[in-house]
C-alpha cells in the first residue's frame, strides 16, 4: 500500500462550480499535512498547510482527518487557472520527512 | 529571504555519461534538503535526504548518489548513466520542523 494515496482524475469541472477531492496516508504518526500545485512542467508550489480544525484560503478550504487518516481539499467558484496537479503532501517523522501522493489532475472547463 | 537555486533547468546527456546537478539554498541555515525524482505523468518520488551536512539517507537502491559537501549545497551525482534515469529532478529544502518545503526549478534529464 502507498504511504499517500489519491485519486488521479482527471476532475472535469465546469467553470464557477465547487470540486473536492481526497487524500489518505498510511502513518498515523503523521505530523503535518499540505496541499502542493503542480503546473505542467513545472516544480510544485505550496498551496496551503492543512490544520487540525481545517483552514480556509479564499475559494480553497483544506480539512484534516486525523481518526480515518484523510485530508481534503475543496476548490470554490472554480477559474480556468485553477487548471493544475493537485499533490497531497504529509510530514513524518522527527526529522520531516515528505511523502508525496501522486497527484489529482483537475482541468476546469469554460 | 529565502531562495533555492537548481540549475541546469535542461540537460540531454548520453548513456554512460557522468552527472552533476547541483542545489544551493539561501537565506536559512541547517535546513532538511531533499532530492526527488518525476517521471512523466508520475508521481514524486523521493531519491535522497540530509538533515546536516555529510548526512545522507537513500531512499531506494539506484544508480546515483547525492552528497552535501556544505550546510546548504546539495549535489546529485551519477558514474554512468542509465536509460532510466531519465526524468524531472527537483530539489527541496524545508526546516527543521513540522514546515513546508519549497522546491527549486527542476532539472529535466533526458538520457539519450
Given at each position: 500500500r502507498k504511504e499517500v494515496e489519491q485519486d488521479p482524475g482527471p476532475f472535469n469541472?465546469?467553470?464557477?462550480?465547487t470540486?473536492?477531492?481526497?487524500c489518505t496516508y498510511?502513518?498515523?504518526a503523521s505530523q503535518s499535512f499540505f496541499w502542493y500545485r503542480q503546473d505542467c512542467r513545472k516544480e510544485?508550489?505550496?498551496?496551503?498547510s492543512v490544520y487540525s480544525s481545517g483552514n480556509e484560503d479564499g475559494r480553497f478550504t483544506a480539512q484534516l482527518n486525523r481518526a480515518s487518516q484523510y485530508i481534503s481539499l475543496l476548490i470554490r467558484d472554480s477559474k480556468l487557472s485553477d487548471s493544475a496537479t493537485y499533490l497531497c503532501v504529509v510530514k513524518v517523522g522527527s526529522w520531516g520527512?515528505?511523502?508525496?501522493?501522486?497527484?489529482?489532475?483537475?482541468?476546469v472547463t469554460p | 529571504s529565502q531562495t533555492i537555486h537548481q540549475w541546469p533547468a535542461t540537460l540531454v546527456q548520453?548513456?554512460?555519461?557522468?552527472?552533476s546537478l547541483e542545489c544551493t539554498v539561501e537565506g536559512t541555515?541547517?535546513?532538511?534538503?531533499?532530492?526527488?525524482?518525476?517521471?512523466?505523468?508520475?508521481g514524486l518520488q523521493l531519491l535522497f535526504y540530509s538533515v546536516g551536512i555529510?548526512?545522507?539517507s537513500s531512499e531506494v537502491p539506484q544508480n546515483l548518489s547525492a552528497s552535501r559537501p556544505q550546510d546548504r549545497q546539495f549535489i546529485l551525482s551519477s558514474k554512468k548513466l542509465l536509460l532510466s534515469d531519465s526524468g524531472f529532478y527537483l530539489c527541496a529544502y524545508s526546516g527543521q520542523t513540522n514546515t513546508e518545503a519549497f522546491f527549486g526549478q527542476g532539472t529535466r534529464l533526458t538520457v539519450v
Open positions: 469541472v465546469p467553470e464557477g462550480a470540486v473536492a477531492f481526497n498510511s502513518n498515523s510544485p508550489k505550496l498551496l496551503m520527512k515528505l511523502q508525496f501522493g501522486a497527484g489529482t489532475q483537475v482541468v | 548520453p548513456v554512460g555519461s557522468p552527472l541555515s541547517n535546513p532538511n534538503l531533499y532530492w526527488y525524482r518525476q517521471a512523466a505523468g508520475r555529510g548526512q545522507i
